[in-house]
């Protein structure tokens, strides 16, 4: 050849591009046929889902009113009035008994009627109160009628106590006349029996269903239509409600007049689907389901349905759209495959012209066997021709690589210092994805987010291993042992990792032992996590293919131990005494590999600190295996955590301007501060400049200072303490310090990266002092004899009580439960006397109907700034 160059139709990509073309083509015909038929069964399955969903939820609403219906009437006939009116009836208690009547007529709009029926006197209405409109009316007593004639009266007469039973669906009736609103209704009977137990009274219930249908109304969308008919086979419900309850309004409309099959051919006893014909021709697809209530003893049909034209329509268009793009698509596949195979071609031709041509000085030409004619010929022999090169080359590389390992223990050194710098664009980082993820991004940004909050913690997870080593070296970490699930703490370390071995192709396996994932143990999970972290970090890292596996158990002598095994290239056995060594690594040439090579000391060290054992196996190309064995201690009691979810005291929430001075001289860290506290009665200033600060704070006296202790490289401490001892500012330290160092300035402290919630624990603590009580825990303290473990754990119980009393009065407020309110006010009492909460006591209401909006959100700020000051105070233990 007299250059480098292949014709287009010589090359391998070309030929093997038109055979691709071919296979893009085929494959576009066959999935487009394959979608089609996939698609009609997805949207077949669709279409009864959709079906079976909506039959759900009228099924749902059905025994939602019907559960609601049982506990009123069953606190009714229970209640001490009438169970009083049984043994001895009286005017006082007839009148009382009719005030709860009209007080329960008045709060349930989906009741009508209610009556009080004498069983003595077989069947009269003894007390009755309807309800038109928002009026609840008194039946005269010359107007009550006997009742003793109605199906309802006589199926309710075999009723035990706290038994129901519910009517048959009909249209209310008046004297045995039709009412005029035509008001589906079912009726609610409990009997009332006296200290003899026996029944002595009938309570009926008049359910106006209305609503009811109102709500099937609004199920049926988007076609789906839904019908309640009973077991004779009379509509009690249809979208036609002109159709409806014939046997009463004497139309003689019946499912059996619409549709081509007998109604009692479907009944069931569970649900099914079953393809339905109208008598016009119209098929169905439709699933009908039994709905029995009143113990069984009535039963309904729930039909709902869905024109199978209308099911079927978008996959009648997805076949005529397949004809029709396919060979749009495949055309134009064919075309942009041809541009690029083109476009490759010459790219590749060039590249491999400029390789051929890179050994010469003063020819770019060069000539060439023409054994082959494609680009593999024309990079084989320019690889021969550039192997000396790059062999000298190498060796300048190697000579490079010995020069970068001395300047490995300057990085050390480095390192160590840097983290200390780290704290601060680390705290904005961490602190502004935490408030994207508060204020709850769109579903294209979580992701995004998640990748930098993740990216973040794994810095300064780096960025604590580089702290604790030398505190390890100087002999200042101890353990915090605490009550956690080790399983869990496993399971969260493999699923923050999975990515990364994911990403480079890898298997990434975790077996835990069943008896941990069974118990609580006691350990430090900080250093825990660290030494598993650090170990799995290193074995993906040094593993290029296979797998990483990590397996968890507990040996007979209560010792737990983990295998973290990889299928690296293994590590030679004169160098397994030197991974203990910080940085070293294996093999020097992957030190551009992803990480900081931290090596295993961290690790070693930790162990050591928790009495525990660390081993090494390693074979050259089967990979290794770490082995950590540590002590197990089973926890006495779990950890704290509460089960309901409530939100926390906002500044909005406190009813006062405030002025909040905040000092910083990072600008990440002020935005993190500035979108934190932003509220309306709160004025916020901000500055890096102590000069402006001082002069601010004497002229302004802010209600709160949060300052760094560094401003611009000069430490404020002192003037702090001035400012502090001067004028009484409560003062929140947040720094990249050490705590000892901000503990000398404030007792209100948080140490960079810090947790937002934390901080606004702080913020309300110290502004709310003069609005909120002080919970008084000096007592309590002492009762626990300053013991941290103990007092730990009162405290973690204060907040799930705390938390669960907000929940509660929320609940009782909505359904009105006043004997719910008196187990909460009872309990509530206690905490207040030992705590001494005296605003809290005032703001409780001794009834229920006494608590209002107002008092009920008043009542509830309280209790979440106590459980603000609880959360600070279990932090600083």
């Known amino acids: 050849m007299a250059s480098g160059k292949v014709k287009i139709w010589n090359s391998i990509v070309t030929r093997f591009g038109l055979f691709f073309i071919g296979l893009i083509i085929l494959a576009i015909f066959v999935s487009g046929f394959l979608i089609y038929n996939r698609a009609s069964a997805i949207i077949g399955t669709f279409s009864q889902e959709r079906i079976a969903h909506s039959s759900n939820l009228a099924e749902q609403a059905f025994y939602s009113l019907l559960s609601e219906v049982e506990n009123d009437i069953s606190i009714m006939a229970e209640n001490a009035k009438l169970q009083a009116y049984a043994d001895a009836p009286t005017p006082t208690l007839q009148t009382e008994i009719e005030h709860l009547f009209y007080v329960t007529l008045k709060n349930k709009p989906n009741y009508f009627q209610v009556r009080l029926i004498s069983l003595i006197e077989e069947g009269q209405e003894i007390i009755r109160l309807d309800k038109k409109g928002n009026e609840v009316i008194p039946t005269r007593k010359n107007k009550l009628q006997n009742k003793r004639d109605r199906p309802y009266f006589q199926e309710a007469l075999n009723l035990k106590p706290s038994e129901f039973y519910f009517s048959l669906i009909s249209l209310n009736e008046e004297f045995g006349v039709v009412s005029p609103s035509l008001t589906p209704t079912i009726r609610a009977v409990s009997l009332v029996y006296n200290t003899a137990q026996t029944p002595t009274h009938m309570v009926v219930i008049n359910l106006d269903l209305r609503n009811f249908y109102t709500s099937l109304k609004n199920i049926m969308t988007s076609g789906i239509e839904l019908m309640l008919i009973d077991q004779y086979g009379q509509y009690l419900f249809a979208s036609d409600m002109t159709k409806c309850f014939s046997k009463q309004l004497k139309s003689y409309e019946r499912f059996d007049a619409d549709f081509a099959i007998p109604f009692s051919t479907l009944h069931t006893d569970s649900s099914r689907f079953e393809t339905l014909k109208s008598k016009k021709g119209n098929i169905f697809l439709s699933e009908i389901k039994s709905i029995a209530y009143s113990n069984g003893k009535h039963q309904i049909f729930l039909l709902a349905f869905l024109k199978e034209n209308i099911a079927l329509s978008s996959v009648l268009y997805i076949k005529k759209y397949s004809y029709q793009i396919i060979p749009i698509v495949a055309l134009a596949a064919l075309v942009i495959a041809v541009i690029f195979i083109r476009i490759l071609a010459l790219r590749i031709g060039s590249i491999t012209e400029a390789i051929g041509s890179y050994d010469q000085a003063s020819m770019p030409t060069i000539k060439f066997s023409e054994n082959r004619k494609d680009e593999l010929g024309v990079l084989t022999r320019t690889f021969m021709t550039m192997k000396a090169r790059i062999s000298q080359q190498m060796d300048d590389l190697k000579c490079a690589l010995d020069k970068e390992q001395k300047a490995i223990k300057e990085k050390d050194e480095f390192l160590q210092n840097m983290s200390h710098e780290l704290r601060t664009p680390l705290n904005a980082i961490l602190g502004l994805t935490q408030l994207i993820k508060k204020n709850k991004p769109n579903p294209k940004q979580e ?368 359904n009105q439960d006043e004997t719910e309110w008196i187990a909460i006010k009872h309990k509530l009492i206690t905490h207040i006397r030992s705590l001494a909460l005296h605003k809290l006591n005032e703001h409780i209401p001794n009834q229920l109907v006494n608590l209002d909006d107002q008092k009920r959100s008043e009542l509830k700020k309280l209790l979440q700034y106590n459980l603000s000051y609880f959360r600070n105070e279990l932090r600083l233990l």
């Open 447 to 814: 992701p995004i987010v998640d990748a930098i909050h993740r990216s973040a913690q794994s810095l300064a997870g780096l960025m604590h291993d580089i702290l604790d080593h030398q505190k390890l070296l100087e002999g200042r970490v101890h353990l915090k042992y605490k009550p956690a699930k080790i399983s869990e703490l496993l399971s969260d370390i493999h699923a923050s990792y999975r990515f990364d071995a994911i990403n480079k192709g890898l298997g990434f396996e975790l077996k835990i032992d069943a008896e941990l994932k069974e118990n609580w143990y006691q350990t430090d999970a900080l250093r825990f996590t660290q030494i598993i972290t650090n170990l799995i970090v290193n074995a993906i890292k040094f593993t290029d293919s296979g797998k990483v596996t990590i397996d968890v158990n507990v040996e007979r002598s209560r010792t737990l131990e983990i295998k973290i095994a990889d299928t690296g290239k293994g590590i030679l056995p004169e160098n397994l005494k030197k991974i203990r060594e910080r940085f070293y690594q294996e093999e020097p040439s992957q030190s551009s590999t992803e990480g900081f090579g931290l090596g295993l000391s961290i690790v070693k060290q930790l162990v050591d600190l928790f009495a525990g054992e660390l081993l090494v196996k390693s074979e050259m190309e089967m990979g290794s295996i770490f082995t950590v064995k540590l002590p197990l201690l089973i926890a006495e009691e779990r950890a704290t955590n509460s089960s309901v979810m409530v939100d926390h005291l906002s500044l909005s929430d406190i009813d006062k301007t405030m002025t909040i001075l905040h000092i910083e001289d990072d600008e990440s860290a002020r935005l993190l501060i500035n979108q934190l506290i932003q509220s309306p009665n709160v004025e916020l200033e901000q500055t890096n400049n102590w000069a402006y600060a001082q002069q601010f704070i004497e002229k302004q006296m802010p209600d709160l200072i949060i300052s760094d202790l560094m401003l611009e490289s000069v430490d404020v401490s002192s003037k702090l303490v001035s400012i502090k001892e001067k004028h009484d500012i409560p003062i929140i330290v947040m720094s990249a310090l050490e705590e000892p160092q901000m503990q000398l300035i404030s007792h209100y402290y948080l140490q960079k990266p810090y947790d937002l919630d934390q901080m606004m624990d702080l913020a309300i603590l110290l502004l709310g002092k003069s609005i909120f009580d002080q919970p008084q825990l000096a007592t309590n303290y002492a009762q626990y004899d300053q013991d941290k473990t103990k007092i730990k754990k009162f405290l973690s119980l204060l907040i799930s009580e705390f938390e669960a009393y907000v929940v509660r009065i929320d609940q009782a407020f909505e």
